[in-house]
């Protein structure tokens, strides 16, 4: 059974920096697709990025630029970098995982395709 937990989260001020961290357990490298996941109230979570258990990366959109997906293989842990927060980041960051032939992600970040889920990790941007 894959487990996901997030940390990291918290407040912070417009224009600082946050690593989330996602320790994943239950699963064997390269077996799965990781991704980070965030929800806004009263909206549909969104990706933000994906990797796969190879290293490929994919970015929604959006995420280019201010936010950067990261793997520890030997940790199994997922990181996600996000510079330069705005107080639109704000709203609560999950991370996710499928399980995929080669840990191959594909190019799409639908929600709906993750099949385990972490709890989240709330981030509050203050400006």
């Known amino acids: 059974q894959v487990q996901l937990k997030e940390s990291g989260g918290g407040s912070v001020q417009a224009g600082e920096s946050l690593r989330l961290s996602c320790e994943v357990s239950g699963y064997t490298v390269n077996t799965y697709c990781l991704a980070w996941f965030r929800q806004f109230p009263g909206k549909e979570r969104e990706g933000i990025a994906s990797?796969?258990?190879?290293?490929?990366?994919t970015y929604n959109a959006f995420a280019k630029g201010r936010f950067t997906i990261s793997q520890d293989n030997a940790k199994n842990s997922l990181y996600l970098q996000i510079d330069s927060l705005k107080p639109e980041d704000t709203g609560m960051y999950y991370c996710a995982a499928r399980k995929s032939t080669g840990g191959a992600c594909g190019g799409g970040i639908s929600p709906r395709a993750f099949g385990y889920w972490g709890q989240g990790t709330q981030v509050t941007v203050s400006s």
């Open positions: 990797i796969a258990g190879y290293g490929t990366v």
